[in-house]
T-cell receptor
Framework: AQKITQTQPGMFVQEKEAVTLDCTYD???????LFWYKQPSSGEMIFLIY??????QNATEGRYSLNFQKARKSANLVISASQLGDSAMYFC???????????FGAGTRLFVKA | AAGVIQSPRHLIKEKRETATLKCYPI?????VYWYQQGPGQDPQFLIS???????DKGSIPDRFSAQQFSDYHSELNMSSLELGDSALYFC?????????????FGNGTRLTVT
């Protein structure tokens, strides 16, 4: 079984600063994918970034980067130069193992202060 | 670019009624997923379909059923509705099952059971 743990229910960050959202995972699969999704208060789920278990380089997408530490089973999301529009719920997720499902963590609510 | 389309956006039903939610995946996506998100909760996987066949099943109540049709659209049927079924229901699609396929979510159907 796969599991995602997000230990930060809420985080505050000052506008224009960087913030790291923590994510640890548990899986017995050799091949898996790790994802981060953003859910604004409007409710939609927005895909942000993906990291494959065999990828040696950390994934980056614009202001988002994923700090992947495979031995520690962590996949932290780093948001650089925070903007007010980054205020949202952020979910870490994992898929793999030949199954057709993606499992989500409990989420971290990010508040960006002006 | 075309996105996942869900209908209706909002639905209000009474206890013991039935509801049908529809999902039109992104063209050429071959896998469809259904998730249930209660207030303040992370999305919970219900069921998925790959090439019109059920591919995985999560915590979907026996009162719920789903299918994917020849045109790849999917429907989630919910019977004997309970107050606890009130939630945001997401459909998502991806291209080819695999651990490196991000889910693309629709805007969700908000179901309220009174």
């Amino acid at each position: 079984a796969q599991k995602i743990t997000q230990t930060q229910p809420g985080m505050f960050v000052q506008e224009k600063e960087a913030v790291t959202l923590d994510c640890t995972y548990d899986t017995s699969d050799q091949s898996y994918g790790l994802f981060w999704y953003k859910q604004p208060s409007s409710g939609e789920m927005i895909f942000l970034i993906y990291q494959g278990s065999y990828d040696e380089q950390n994934a980056t997408e614009g202001r988002y980067s994923l700090n992947f530490q495979k031995a520690r089973k962590s996949a932290n999301l780093v948001i650089s130069a925070s903007q007010l529009g980054d205020s949202a719920m952020y979910f870490c997720a994992i898929s793999g193992g030949g199954g057709f499902k993606t499992i989500f963590g409990a989420g971290t609510r990010l508040f960006v202060k002006a | 670019a075309a996105g996942v389309i869900q209908s209706p956006r909002h639905l209000i039903k009474e206890k013991r009624e039935t509801a049908t939610l529809k999902c039109y995946p992104i063209p050429r996506h071959d896998t469809v997923y259904w998730y249930q998100q209660g207030p303040g909760q992370d999305p919970q996987f219900l069921i998925s379909f790959y090439e019109k066949m059920q591919s995985d099943k999560g915590s979907i109540p026996d009162r719920f059923s789903a299918q994917q049709f020849s045109d790849y659209h999917s429907e989630l049927n919910m019977s004997s509705l309970e107050l606890g079924d009130s939630a945001l229901y997401f459909c998502a699609s991806s291209l080819r099952q695999g651990s490196n396929s991000p889910l693309h979510f629709g805007n969700g159907t908000r179901l309220t059971v009174t």
